[in-house]
């Protein structure tokens, strides 16, 4: 048997990284995941500036049977974030100074209030009458929530953040803009802890 073939035959008999799921249910596809964790390893180890923790936010993989469970790596994705914004916000306290740096997260924040001052039921575009949208009552609670904690220090994890889930509905917000407004909610988050 050639080498290459017992290399091969002995990585599908690695323990998977993660949970998997059964019966009818679908997770995210094992390579796609190990690929991806793999490549951020490598970029986080070597110290390059290649991969940033918006690549992590924003890394999707296609849903297979006997896939990895999502919440699992969907949890060891957000501690990748992590460090990633960590080391992110490291170099740019030392290439800023942090006063420059926190008033670069101040505006940073500023603008996503701004935002979200907007009226209720108005703050993003909509969709056409007949296309689907998230669900705009329940984008607008977790808005207030992300004012409340970015004006008034109320309690919001980056977690809670991350799995925002909407309902779809006709005439809704457009997802692309919500979104971004969340993953920029989540840049601000990771920048000041």
């Known amino acids: 048997m050639p080498e290459s073939d ?34 951020a390893r490598a970029a986080f180890e070597d110290d390059r500036d290649d991969f940033a923790a918006e690549d992590v936010r924003v890394a999707s993989f296609p849903l297979v049977r006997n896939g990895y469970s999502i919440p699992e790596v969907d949890a060891a994705l957000g501690r990748v974030e992590d460090a990633f914004a960590a080391r992110a916000r490291e170099r740019a306290v030392r290439s800023l100074g942090v006063e420059k740096w926190v008033a670069q997260a101040r505006a940073e924040a500023q603008v996503i209030l701004d935002h979200l001052a907007r009226e ?3 703050r ?70």
Do not use: C, N
């Open 6 to 39: 017992v290399r091969a035959g002995a990585e599908d008999e690695r323990p998977p990284a993660f949970p998997l799921v059964t019966g009818r249910e679908k997770g995210y596809h094992r390579v796609a995941v190990d690929t991806f964790l793999e490549s």
């Open 120 to 122: 209720p039921h108005h």
């Open 124 to 193: 993003f575009a909509r969709t056409g009458i007949l296309t689907f949208g998230y669900r705009i009552d329940e984008v607008d609670h977790v808005a207030d929530r992300i004012a409340a904690y970015l004006r008034d220090g109320a309690p919001l994890t980056v977690e809670q953040v991350r799995s925002a889930a909407f309902r779809m509905q006709r005439g809704g917000y457009r997802e692309e803009q919500v979104d971004a407004l969340l993953d920029a909610t989540v840049e601000v988050m990771l920048a000041v802890r």
